[in-house]
Structure formats: structure tokens, C-alpha cells
């Protein structure tokens, strides 16, 4: 027994017949408490997500442009999904009246958020669950930053109060009482805050995979799921390109040490990828856990003799990238050579002044720009401590005639990042996994 929150993703809501799903997996296990909606995906690929219309509705609005024609498409989709479910519930009148507030100058958030506001109302029907307006319990200080600790009081106390609950997701409200919304995909961030208030034993996170998988199945052909993945690994994953959950639903979880369970709404069966609190030091385990990887780095290098024995040179050369308000990614040094790694797009249309500026700052004897690293990041708890990853990992990229620019294992314990030329990526993602995957 535990107390689980379970989120659901817009593809997992966006007619009645996923929704009958939804309504299966809910009624399916007691400890399924709370809900937290989406608003409604894509039905198929060409479909429109009910958010991008809503947007869309308000941006009309604003220009005083009619926006009944868009305003059209989002009632039938709801009116359809009400009369196939045969729930209860006066959608006309709720239509009506979020129509009339987005034209009256409501800002794009309101507008946005009724997408999961409507949806939430739905599904409490459905369920025959209390709706709990996300307005009422989840609260942004007057800097639009989430208030933790209001919400947590607030919604702490909802939700002690012992009965089922449905939370739309996506959106809160300001000091002023004002709907505001998180970033784009934020209902994820909704499910993890509920997930923490409820002190939930799981966060399950329903959409339409079942879990991480271990590469990117456009590189590598049909990678195996993962079924356990710490925080921390997750987050080295996540950075280099593998995308699973909004970064900024993690922390709330994180914090309090809640697992994320990601499920797939059409394979219930399927147990999907646990994502758990930091275990300590792991033993042996001769395998990884994922491989992710970006492409379109550039890499500055800079010679100059006896580097090493001039104080200051590292802090000058981060200096002229701070003054540009770039990031780096890397810094690998040798004896007397020093490189930045920095992301492309980061650089652009400033890479001469900061060449120049570090030419004055720095005065390297030599400097050269390799614009075509790709970085790789070979993921797994317990890597640094089991002789033979490197190995296999290089031994690998050896016989797939892949050259390696650049190693760097850190000081995370918990991966090897390999840079390669752009070119030799796909290739080289194939031959790791290959390595590591019989
Ligand atoms: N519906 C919102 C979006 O499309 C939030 C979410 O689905 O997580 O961004």
C-alpha cells in the first residue's frame, strides 16, 4: 500500500477512448489517488494540441481579431469527448464562459490554462473525484517563481482531507490572484508539486512510451527500456538530449525523495522506468544505464609554453566567455594547452570578437577553433568503479574506425563523456551500445 499521484500527458486524454483508458488505470489500484490532467494532445500525428489553439485564441484576442473559427475546433473536440463518455456535466456553459474571458482581455495563460482546466472537469466527472481548481492551491510569488511553501500548506491540507482528487496541471495563480502558467509541457512540474504536498509514495507519470529508453531510437535501432535510472543519471541523460519529463518537475520530487514511475497509458502492462533517489556508492555492474549525446560543439584550443606555471591564465580565458555571456561545457587542459568546449549556439555570430578578445586577454602563442565536436555521454551509477567500462567503450569506438577527439570523465562518477567528429556520431552511438546491449 502507498499513496500514488499519477500524471497524464495530452496524447493519454486527447479523445474518449484514451480517456476510458485513463479512467481504467485509475479505478484499476485504490492507491491512485490524486490525478493531475493535461489538456487534450494529438489524436494523430497531423492533429492540433487543444494548447496551441487556445494560444492561438488568445493572440487573436489581443489583436481584436474574432476567434470563433479556432474557438470551434476546441468546443467540438470537448463537446465530443463529454457526449462519448456520457459524463455529467453543463460543458456548454463551461465553454461559454472561458470563451468570454479569453476575449475580454484575459492574458494568453488564462487562456492556455483552460485547456487543462476543462479537461480536469471532465475527468472529476468521470471519476465522480472532487475537482480541486490548481488556481486555489498552487501558488507564484511576485517574481513568477513557484511559492513552495504556500502551495505546500495549501494544497498539503487539500489533500489530507482524505478524498480523491482531480488537480488540473499546467497552471497556478499569482499573488494577485491572476492564472499563470508554467513553461510549455509544464503539467509534469503540476504532477511532481502534488507529488510532494501529498508526500506520495510514487509519482507515476503516464504518457505514450513505456519509460527511457537507452539511446535515441533514431540513432540506435530498437534500444532496449530502462528500467532504473537514479535522479542524478537522469539529469546527465537529460542534459545531453534525452528527453523524458520537464527538468523542473524533477526537483520537487527529488527533494522530498519521491520515485517517478514513467507509464504508458496504452501498455498498462508494461512496468515502465523507475527513476529513484541517489543510491549510494553501487557495486559492480558491468553495464550502463543510457547513452545520450549532442551534436554541434565548438572547441577552442589554446597553446602557449609554460602555461601551467602562469597564475590566472584559466580565469582570463572563462573571463572573455563570461564578458559574452557565453557557457561552456568543458574546460580539458594539458600541459601547456587549455580548451573550452562550447555549445554552437552559443557562439554564432560572436565567435570573432571573443577570438579577439581572448587573443588580447590571453595572448596564447597559437589558438585553434575545431567546430564540429559532438559529445557523447556514457551513463551508468557505478562506472567509475568498474574496471573495463573505459575500455570496452573505447575498444568500441576502435572498431568502428571512430577517432576520439576528446575524453572526459570528470569529476561525476557517474559517466564518461566522449567527443567525436559530428560526422562520425551516429556511428559511434551504434558502437557503444552495441558494445554494452548483446
Ligand atoms: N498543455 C500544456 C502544453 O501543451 C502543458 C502540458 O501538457 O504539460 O504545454
Not at 594547452?337 to 578578445?357: H, I, P, Y
Amino acid at each position: 500500500m502507498g499513496l500514488k499521484v499519477c500524471k497524464f500527458g495530452g496524447t493519454s486524454l486527447a479523445d474518449a477512448t484514451q480517456i476510458r483508458k485513463v479512467q481504467s488505470i485509475m479505478l484499476g489500484d485504490p492507491d491512485r489517488r490524486f490525478i493531475v490532467p493535461s489538456a487534450p494532445g494529438k489524436r494523430t500525428g497531423k492533429d492540433q494540441k487543444i494548447t496551441d489553439l487556445l494560444y492561438l485564441c488568445a493572440s487573436h484576442a489581443r489583436q481584436g481579431i474574432k476567434f470563433d473559427e479556432v474557438w470551434t475546433l476546441i468546443a467540438d473536440r470537448y463537446r465530443s469527448i463529454v457526449a462519448e463518455l456520457g459524463v455529467k456535466l453543463n460543458i456548454d456553459a463551461e465553454l461559454a464562459e472561458a470563451k468570454s474571458r479569453i476575449a475580454t482581455a484575459m492574458t494568453p495563460d488564462y487562456a492556455a490554462s483552460r485547456g487543462e482546466y476543462l479537461s480536469g472537469l471532465i475527468i472529476a466527472a468521470l471519476l465522480g473525484w472532487d475537482f480541486i481548481d490548481a488556481a486555489d492551491v498552487i501558488f507564484f510569488d511576485a517574481r513568477g517563481r513557484l511559492d513552495m511553501r504556500k502551495t505546500s500548506e495549501t494544497l498539503g491540507a487539500r489533500l489530507a482531507a482524505g478524498r480523491n482528487a482531480v488537480i488540473p496541471g499546467f497552471y497556478g495563480a499569482t499573488p494577485d490572484g491572476e492564472v499563470k502558467t508554467f513553461s510549455r509541457g509544464g503539467s509534469d512540474i503540476s504532477g511532481a508539486i502534488v507529488a510532494a504536498a501529498a508526500r506520495a509514495d510514487v509519482y507515476e507519470n503516464w504518457t505514450d512510451v513505456s519509460g527511457l529508453l537507452m539511446a535515441d531510437p533514431r540513432i540506435v535501432e530498437n534500444p532496449k527500456p530502462i528500467d532504473t535510472v537514479t535522479y542524478r543519471e537522469l539529469r546527465e541523460l537529460a542534459y545531453m538530449g534525452a528527453t523524458v519529463l520537464h527538468d523542473e518537475a524533477i526537483f520537487p520530487v527529488r527533494q522530498a525523495g519521491i520515485p517517478v514511475n514513467i507509464r504508458n497509458t496504452n501498455r498498462p502492462q508494461d512496468p515502465g522506468t523507475m527513476i529513484t533517489p541517489d543510491a549510494g556508492p553501487v557495486a559492480h555492474q558491468g553495464t550502463i544505464t543510457g547513452l545520450a549525446g549532442r551534436k554541434d560543439f565548438h572547441v577552442i584550443t589554446l597553446y602557449k609554453a609554460m602555461m601551467n606555471t602562469e597564475v590566472g591564465f584559466g580565469r582570463r580565458l572563462l573571463s572573455v566567455l563570461e564578458d559574452h555571456a557565453i557557457s561552456f561545457e568543458h574546460a580539458p587542459t594539458g600541459i601547456d594547452t587549455m580548451s573550452v568546449v562550447v555549445a554552437g549556439s552559443q557562439l554564432e555570430e560572436k565567435m570573432e570578437k571573443v577570438l579577439d578578445q581572448i587573443r588580447v586577454d590571453c595572448e596564447p602563442d597559437s589558438m585553434e577553433v575545431y567546430p564540429t565536436m559532438a559529445l557523447i555521454a556514457v551513463v551508468g551509477r557505478g562506472m567509475a568503479r568498474t574496471p573495463g567500462m573505459a575500455a570496452k567503450t573505447f575498444d568500441a569506438l576502435a572498431n568502428a574506425r571512430v577517432n576520439i577527439r576528446m575524453i572526459d570523465q570528470g569529476s561525476s562518477e557517474i559517466n564518461i563523456i566522449i567527443g567525436v567528429d559530428s560526422a562520425d556520431f551516429e556511428r559511434a552511438m551504434q558502437a557503444i551500445y552495441a558494445a554494452f546491449v548483446p
